[in-house]
């Protein structure tokens, strides 16, 4: 009986696609029986009210992935060599006792060990696009643009010249048109030179970490970083069992000083503190510098987001002032472009890429190769460039919409952010608990992420905290979402 598993046609999805999903489903249930024809294409599109070459392009292709067979002047039938093996399957044992509990079960808490401790991280909602006024960091808007020109790179990566280049087990090495892009386009736009040996490319930054957290992280090894700052860089080596040392930040970042000196590794955002989104100065970068060569530390630099600080200049890595070797440069290909792309790479002397080379070899090997040469293409033509401008023109006003609204929305806090950024860092009045805020404003269809996640445990954490990320948000939804946040706030204090 097909009838049932004819649904109406979905928006934004071809025609082919779902009516092939609906036969499949119907297929793979046992509804349609071997010794019936299919309805005629004619009788199908005048039941869903398509082209009937639509209907006979679907059949054509079942028939090809070998699910259907056809029979001259009679139609379209259910491939008999399908049948029996869908019979083969449902005749096997049925697996209950399998998954069913025993007594003997290994006890996976003591093996576990402290291992099983889940460190407080950062919550997002996987239906954050269902909020109407998402203001949530690390997502971005749809760029048609964009999305067009990647889909240009992903058909391009899969010609016969480009495919030769990636379906092939690399083991160790990554794309080499990718990493020349990082080294000749990505890395001088940040002021640092670099050779394709000291480039590692990583699934993302909180991989870049893991790799440097299994690579150096010894049970006496002092981690030092930023307070508020990064939760996964924290959980990451915390978790490699690092001794951990909150430290100083204020309006500029960073705070050098004599207390980084006994560390072992300092982990830090100078382009855009995490979370607060402020930029670390020159001077201190390389006051921050010469107490790592004199004090013999190293420098984890996470240089998440470039810094598009319409106001201001855009200041080099600390990685580009670095000649001795003690700064580890971590960025991202994809955060601003496709966050589920997840690709991002580290810089560093070429001894530790060796290290980490042959660490992530026995991870996976490599990220997937087709991906490498699609961001490969992405950045060699030239669209990266091109989406970083644009990015940059749809902040800017976003950013100054925001902060109007945030005055005269919520005239109680005070927010951290430059100009061009893609969000704010907002501070309340002490008797604010932001989690309730959140409660308040989740009601009105305003997401915001309260900031206390950010902050060192051991001590208690401030709660007047929350960040406002608007990169995903529409600039016609920014000042009515302030305003929904507005009410919510005024209930949540009881106003």
């Known amino acids: 009986m097909l009838e049932p598993y004819l649904r109406p046609f979905e928006p934004g999805r071809s025609l082919q696609e779902q009516l092939r999903e609906s036969l499949l489903n119907a297929l793979l249930d046992g509804a349609l029986l071997p010794t019936e024809p299919l309805p005629s294409s004619r009788k199908l599109s005048q039941l869903l009210k398509v082209s009937r070459n639509t209907v006979v392009l679907v059949y054509e292709q079942l028939m090809r992935d070998g699910f259907l067979s056809a029979v001259d002047r009679r139609g379209y039938f259910v491939n008999e060599g399908f049948v029996r093996h869908q019979l083969r399957v449902r005749l096997q044992p049925a697996p209950e006792k ?20 889940v460190e407080q991280a950062i919550v997002k909602p996987r239906n954050w696009r269902d909020y109407t006024y998402p203001f949530i960091y690390g997502q971005v808007e749809y760029d048609e643009a964009t999305a067009a020109r990647w889909r240009h790179c992903v058909r391009l990566a899969q010609t016969r010249a480009h495919m030769q280049s990636w379906m092939d087990d690399h083991v160790m090495h990554d794309d080499p048109l990718l990493v020349e892009q990082i080294v000749q386009r990505v890395l001088p736009r940040r002021a640092i030179r670099a050779r394709p040996e000291q480039v590692l490319v990583t699934i993302g930054t909180q991989n870049s970490l893991f790799l440097l957290a299994q690579a150096l992280a010894q049970p006496e090894l002092v981690f030092g970083m930023e307070n508020p700052g990064y939760v996964d860089a924290r959980n990451i080596f915390a978790h490699a069992g690092c001794q951990m040392r909150p430290l100083r930040v204020d309006s500029q970042g960073l705070v050098p000083g004599a207390h980084l000196h006994e560390c072992d590794l300092v982990f830090c955002t100078p382009s855009y503190q995490s979370p607060m989104g402020v930029t670390m100065p020159v001077y201190r970068r390389m006051d921050l510098l010469e107490r790592a060569r004199q004090h013999d530390f190293v420098l984890i630099e996470d240089d998440y987001d470039t810094e598009f600080n319409d106001l201001g200049s855009n200041h080099p890595a600390l990685k580009s002032f670095d000649d001795s070797g003690r700064v580890i440069y971590l960025g991202s290909l994809s955060k601003n472009l496709l966050p589920g792309v997840r690709l991002g790479f580290i810089v560093a002397d070429e001894a530790l890429i ?4 042959a660490l992530r070899r ?13 961001m490969a293409l992405f950045l060699w033509m030239g669209y990266g460039e091109e989406h970083a401008r644009r990015w940059r023109e749809r902040l800017a006003p976003k950013w100054q919409a925001i902060s109007r609204a945030l005055a005269a929305q919520l005239p109680q806090c005070r927010s951290t952010s430059l100009p061009g950024s893609s969000l704010l860092w907002v501070q309340g009045p002490q008797e604010l608990d932001a989690r309730a805020l959140q409660v308040h404003a989740a009601r009105r269809g305003v997401l915001i992420e309260p900031g206390d996640v950010h902050f060192f445990e051991g001590v208690q954490r401030p709660t007047q905290f929350f960040r406002l990320g608007f990169g995903a948000m529409p600039l016609h939804q920014i000042e009515p979402g302030m305003a929904a946040l507005g009410a919510a706030w005024r209930e949540c204090l009881g106003a």
């Open 98 to 117: 399998w998954f069913a509990a025993r007594e003997d079960a290994p006890d996976w808490v003591r093996r576990l060990g402290r291992r099983t401790v």
């Open 354 to 357: 060796e290290a980490l080379r």
């Open 362 to 374: 026995y991870a996976y090997r490599h990220p997937p190769m087709n991906n490498e040469r699609t």
